[in-house]
């Protein structure tokens, strides 16, 4: 993971807190989700009911945190080795190999241009 996307996540700090006055009211939270078993066999999150915008907002603050805060998680993150890719994602694979976000985009684009070279160096 590139040194400067950990530098901007962490430089910030813990939020300031805020005046009672200056807080807005909330709603009461909604229930967490729960798990469900998808078709495939596989375990699905499910939320109570669907989620307008800020409460879509708040499922993804809400994941991103646990994310950040989860040392086992965070270890996980990786950044794309594709040429000029930003993305960064969370690598589930089975050996913790996974070396780009897409095999079909960006590991695609890594070994044609590997055989590119090879040919070139065969044609030499």
Do not use: F, K
Request: charged share 25%; aromatic share 4%.
């Amino acid at each position: 993971m590139s040194p400067s996307w950990s530098a901007v996540s962490w430089t910030r700090g813990p939020p300031t807190p805020r005046s009672p006055a200056s807080t807005p009211s909330r709603s009461p939270p909604r229930p967490p989700p729960w798990a469900v078993r998808a078709d495939d066999g596989s375990l699905r999150r499910r939320l109570h009911t669907p989620p307008g915008c800020p409460g879509l907002l708040a499922v993804i603050a809400r994941d991103a945190l646990e994310l950040l805060t989860d040392p086992v998680a965070r270890a996980s993150l990786r950044q794309c080795e594709g040429d000029n890719c930003p993305i960064v994602y969370l690598d589930t694979s089975r050996g913790r190999r996974r070396r780009w976000c897409s095999s079909e985009v960006c590991g695609n684009r890594e070994r044609v241009a590997r055989h590119r070279r090879r040919a070139a160096l065969a044609r030499a």
